[in-house]
């Protein structure tokens, strides 16, 4: 179909609580992507931070391709081989925990949540998240998410989270009280604009949880699965949480997330406390695996850990030449470039230019590459966003 006809067709039919780009994408394959008018597109923001092997990794598909044809679906009232497999992977990698598996980073959140109240005394309830952090749409995810602007219309919010500005340990030794029970923290922010914390921090913060016998929770939906140029960004910083979670890249666009915890705390999400009817199926169980061997069989670790070098240099090179740029903040293949403008218009030129690109909190070029797109793409891609860059500036 044409742009334009399924533009129609989502006019009639599909509920438009997206803002949607009016392009149609048919076909994807490494860091390109084409709509249905043969356009090609260099994605420097593929799958919203999902396709970290880029899009139809082929040993992702091959194993999904394998699971379909073999057992698509079966309750988890029963055991299923791929999925223990799975989560041994997982445990391998992090701090040798056992994983609960759903289908997105806000049901992981949801059990991380559950999980921080049902393991502590019922008188401890309270959560503290972050400013500026955000942990998804379901309610109790929505309201540990301590940004207004996602609260407007919805409230009253959930009961028990207390909010603490980013970075600053004296606010949260404050906020702590005999009915805390768990801080949840993305050890970096995605959303919040690619910030990184300050060293101390995070070491900080996993002292105050022992000195207070409280849940030290990581939402890596977004910073882990080797995004940062480590399996998980909690290893970037040598700070194990107890609980993690996980999605987005975890089945590498598959519908797949996991929170991961130490087998001391696991039992506390007894049985009939909390349950998904889709997490751990067969295929996002395959996906699960292919994408952490073709990580490792590709040297993806490094690979991310060169990109994150090269868009440092290049941005703070560029830095120096143009003045709406006030902070360049990357990690892996985790970029911000927070700008003294709105970022609306860089997204829109670059979408113009065939380069797809993101903007977060009004002024963050955020980019979430493909760990495997390669120098030479990331060298297109960046040529065109500087002089994208270039442009707003003169403006």
């Given amino acids: 179909m044409k742009s334009s006809d399924t533009i129609e067709l989502f006019k009639k039919y599909v509920i438009p609580n997206y803002g949607r780009y009016p392009v149609n994408l048919v076909h994807g394959e490494g860091s390109f992507i084409w709509d249905s008018e043969g356009s090609r597109y260099l994605d420097f923001f593929p799958g919203w ?27 988890n009232t029963w055991h299923m081989d791929i999925q223990g497999r799975w989560a041994k992977e997982l445990s391998d990698r992090s701090f040798g925990g056992q994983a609960f598996f759903c289908n997105s980073g806000a049901e992981a959140n949801e059990a991380a949540i559950k999980l921080a109240r049902l393991h502590t005394p019922k008188e401890r309830y309270k959560i503290i998240t972050f400013e500026g952090g955000f942990h998804g749409r379901t309610f109790g995810a929505l309201t540990a998410t301590a940004q207004p602007k996602h609260h407007e219309g919805l409230g009253p919010m959930m009961a028990g989270f207390n909010y603490a500005p980013y970075a600053d340990l004296a606010a949260v030794a404050d906020l702590v009280d005999d009915e805390t029970c768990a801080i949840l923290v993305e050890p970096v922010q995605g959303e919040g604009g690619i ?51 996980l999605a987005k890249a975890v089945c590498s666009g598959i519908a797949g997330g996991a929170m991961l915890t130490t087998p001391e705390i696991a039992p506390s999400l007894r049985p009939g406390m909390h349950a998904t009817t889709f997490g751990g199926n067969p295929i996002a169980s395959a996906a699960g695996i292919a994408t952490l061997q073709t990580m490792e069989e590709e040297d993806l670790l490094d690979a991310a850990k060169q990109l994150g070098d090269f868009f440092r240099s290049r941005f703070e090179q560029l830095q120096q030449e143009c003045d709406i740029i006030q902070e360049v903040r990357v990690l892996g293949t985790m970029v911000g470039v927070e700008l003294t403008v709105d970022g609306a218009s860089v997204v829109a030129q670059c979408l113009d230019k065939k380069l797809l ?8 070029v955020r980019l979430l590459p493909a760990m495997n797109l390669s120098l030479e793409q990331a060298e297109e891609g960046f040529v065109i966003l500087e002089s994208v860059l270039k442009a707003v500036a003169a403006e």
């Fill in 49 to 75: 931070g999902c396709n970290l092997l880029g899009h139809c990794p082929p040993k992702v598909v091959q194993a999904i391709q394998d699971q379909v044809a073999t057992l698509i679906h079966v309750p």
């Fill in 195 to 245: 910030r990184i914390p300050p060293e101390g921090f995070l070491e900080g913060l996993r002292k105050l949880a022992n000195d207070n016998e409280l849940l030290l929770i990581f939402d890596e939906v977004q910073a882990g699965c080797g995004r940062t140029g480590n399996w998980f960004a909690y290893q970037e910083f040598g700070v194990t949480p107890d609980v993690m979670t």
């Fill in 357 to 364: 690109v993101n903007c977060t909190q009004g002024n963050v």
